[in-house]
């Protein structure tokens, strides 16, 4: 090829590169910033929901709330002999919310014919495990149980015991207070008119429904305001567990992720149980109340599975709103609610037309606030509290529901409040109280009030008051005395003569309450009548250490600083501790330290706690006996011989205290079965003019009238015999011979003399 044609070659023109507009290339740019925030809020979204889905399955899966410790009363026991009349049974009925009805066709129910109680026992669990529902029929005779019959196989029966009342739940101010349920535990009914009212469709939605939004968008839009809310029940759940209730897009947002979350994770059954045990049903004070099962208690004061048709109305229909449609506060517009609900459950056919007509027609009825866990029993509360605190109960434990089973006797209680209350009326209003009431054989306390105005906490008197008790003191140096056989005897004569002595360096002169002095009298006459100057040198005689051993003996836990006022009840001590030294007197000699808790179970009901203190000797029987028949004496013809007025053929023992210049009145007594110590002071202690005998006693005496009484009896022991003692010189006499006494006497303490002393 010629050099001309390479040279003359026409060259190729370069493409043209025309510049793209400025308007895609942002609309590109915008395109690609919105796809990497979509990746970017999908995987927020996926981290997020792995955060939900991790924190959501912990709490749901594992402990879902903190349970309170439930505390019970003692399960009263039936049984052939017990003295306990018709009134009494029909009264702990009554409080254990049983209904009346001679058809008796649910547990929960009674019916009283003449001389007999049939009773339809419901089923529970107690310390020794579950007992089933149980039928039986309670006869009575003048004194008590005659017998008892199980209806179904109509058999005798020797033993039969009513549930446990639920006393207290123990929750902090401003917990949540709650009671759990499971699932089959619920009226099938219940539950079927709770998905009609809340959520139709929630064995068929995901958690969160579209549909019952847009019904629920409509339903408001028709009637011009919000009547209807478009919440599933799975969402209300994850509001309640684990949101607040700030009315705002993100917390809708999270509550429908969460339920999403739920449903994915947990079936059908677990998020309706979940809900049941965590909706909230109202407000009692501080706490707020949660739970189907608490609610059904908090409103009609018994278990959900006793509930009628109108009783489930109610409760279902104030979750919409507990303290709108509260029925104490608001009873018209919680029965409006109430028969909306009714009639959705007739156009649903869940109630037939009868059913409908008898419901709607029931009045609104719920219990009080003081019937919702019996209000008033604040000291004895008190008292197993301070016990709970002693004892090793493990932490998880304590927040899963754990059951405390007290000794409480709610017709005991009841009886020392209104005793209390009664014999304070129209004294004076500064006056202030306490009472303990123990089963002294097993050292139970069964009843305890410690202020004038039962339902006061606070300061529980009964425990934590130490005032000095007078002559309440005195059995202590008397049996110490009659506990060295052969030196002292219920005849041994004791000189009430003036005395003078040096007392927390003072001088010191004793004088009895009548300001008389009689010369030589008898032992049992100086403690029946509660001579003071005759116990002041028989306790000088046995000497202050033998007292303050006594005292330990009998069971004061802590040591008091003794002097010779002392033996005139110049040292303070609690109601409780007196309780507790009467307790070793009453129980012949047998000391046990007194309790409020029998046991603890966990809320499955395996035992945590038993009881198990030990019961040891601490005076001879026949040393016991001897200061009893004392004692006996001051309640027939001493210092507390009212008691004989008030009881007529009744054996009872006690002895009253007072303190100086009359700041406290004491009385502690006993009968067969109960022991009770009654204190009456005021808190800044002045004066308030009453003696044992005066004020305390009355206490006491309103107490047994109400509670009733059984005669103690006491069996002879072997080394007690009757024998004559001279009125005169209270040495043993034959028994023929004139002015002598019989009294009983350890057969070896004193030998009998065979010539008679002249008179």
């Given amino acids: 090829m ?14 043209s590169t025309k510049p793209r507009p400025k308007l895609v290339i942002y609309i590109q740019r915008i395109a ?89 026992r419901r089923p529970f669990t107690y310390i020794d495990g579950y007992e089933a529902a149980q039928l039986f029929s309670v006869e009575f005779n003048r004194s008590g149980i005659n017998r008892i019959m199980q209806r179904q196989q ?54 969160v429904s579209p549909l019952s939004v847009l019904r629920a968008l409509w339903v408001n839009m028709v009637a011009g305001r919000t009547v209807q809310g478009g919440s599933t029940l799975t969402q209300q759940l994850a509001k309640n567990m684990f949101l607040s209730s700030d009315r705002t897009i993100w917390r809708k947002a999270n509550e429908a992720l969460i339920a999403l979350v739920l449903d994915y994770r947990f079936n059908k059954d677990q998020i309706l149980e979940a809900y049941l045990n965590e909706v909230f049903v109202g407000q009692n004070y501080a706490n707020a109340v949660h739970g189907v099962g608490l609610g059904s208690r908090f409103y009609f004061g018994k278990p959900l599975s006793e509930l009628q048709p109108a009783e489930y109305a109610l409760l279902i229909g104030l979750l919409k709103g507990p303290s709108y449609f509260d029925p104490r506060r608001s009873p018209e517009r919680a029965q409006q609610r109430r028969d909306l609900v009714l009639r959705l459950m007739f156009e649903q056919h869940l109630l037939d037309r009868q059913q409908y007509e008898h419901a709607v027609k029931q009045a609104i009825t719920v219990i009080s606030r003081n019937q919702y866990l019996n209000v008033g029993n604040a000291a004895y509360i008190d008292a197993v509290k301070k016990e709970l605190r002693q004892l090793s109960i493990d932490a998880n434990d304590k927040n899963q529901g754990i059951k405390v089973f007290t000794y409480l006797d709610t017709q005991a209680q009841l009886a020392a409040e209104q005793a209390t209350k009664a014999q304070l009326a129209g004294l004076d209003p500064e006056l202030q109280a306490a009472v ?225 210049d009359y700041r406290d009145s004491w009385f502690s007594g006993f009968d067969q079965d109960t022991l009770t110590t009654v204190w009456l002071g005021r808190d800044d202690n002045k004066a308030i003019g009453l003696t044992g005998s005066t004020g305390a006693l009355g206490v006491f005496s309103q107490f047994y009238r109400q509670h009733g009484v059984n005669s103690m009896l006491r069996v002879i022991p072997d080394k007690i015999s009757l024998q004559a003692f001279s009125l005169k010189t209270g040495y043993p006499q034959g028994s023929n011979c004139f002015n002598i006494l019989l009294l009983p006497a350890i057969s070896v303490e004193m030998p009998v003399m065979s010539k008679c002393i002249a008179e």
Avoid: C
Wanted: glycine letters at 6%.
């Fill in 32 to 120: 690609m910033l919105l796809l990497k925030l979509a990746i970017l809020a999908l995987l927020v979204m996926v981290f997020y929901l792995v955060y939900l889905d991790s924190k959501i399955s912990k709490k749901f899966a594992g402990q879902k709330w903190q349970v309170p410790a439930q505390i019970y009363a003692h399960s009263m026991e039936l049984v052939p002999g017990k003295l306990i009349s018709q009134q009494q049974l029909i009264a702990q009925l009554e409080s254990l919310q049983y209904q009346r009805n001679a058809e008796l066709s649910a547990p929960g129910q009674y019916s009283v014919s003449r001389n007999h109680i049939t009773i339809y």
């Fill in 436 to 660: 303990i009431v123990a089963n002294y054989q097993q050292a139970e306390i069964i009843a305890m009030v410690g202020s004038k105005d039962a339902v006061q906490g606070g300061f529980n008197r009964a425990i934590d008051a130490k005032r000095q008790i007078g002559s309440i003191i005195k059995p202590v140096i008397y049996l110490e005395a009659l506990a060295q056989q052969g030196r002292y005897s219920l005849a041994s004569m004791l000189e009430d003569v003036p005395i003078r002595l040096r007392s927390n360096d003072q001088d010191w002169q004793p004088q009895n309450f009548d300001k008389q002095h009689r010369g030589p009298v008898m032992l049992i006459d100086a403690l029946a009548n509660s001579l003071n100057v005759p116990t002041v040198r028989l306790g000088l005689q046995v000497g202050l250490p033998a007292v303050g051993d006594g005292l330990r003996k009998l069971g004061l836990r802590r040591k008091v600083k003794l002097h010779p006022a002392a033996l005139l009840g110049a040292i303070e001590l609690s109601p409780l501790e007196v309780t507790q030294l009467y307790q070793t007197i009453a129980n012949n000699g047998l000391h046990q330290q007194l309790t409020t808790i029998q046991a603890i179970t966990d809320s499955s009901g395996h035992v945590l706690h038993l009881r198990d203190t030990p019961l040891t000797r601490r005076y001879k029987e026949e040393e016991v006996y001897l200061l009893q028949y004392a004692l006996k004496q001051a309640a027939k013809t001493g210092t507390a011989k009212a008691l004989q007025a008030a009881f007529p053929g009744q054996i009872l023992a006690g002895k009253t205290g007072t303190s100086s």
């Fill in 2 to 15: 010629s050099k001309s044609n390479t040279t003359n070659r026409v060259k190729p023109k370069a493409k």
């Fill in 154 to 207: 109509k058999e005798g029966l020797n033993f039969a015991r009513l549930e446990p009342q639920l006393i207290e739940h123990l929750v902090a101010a401003q917990q949540e207070d709650r009671e759990l349920v499971r699932l089959e535990q619920v009226p099938e009914l219940f539950k079927d008119t709770l998905l009609l009212v809340e959520d139709r469709e929630f064995y068929h939605h995901h958690g």
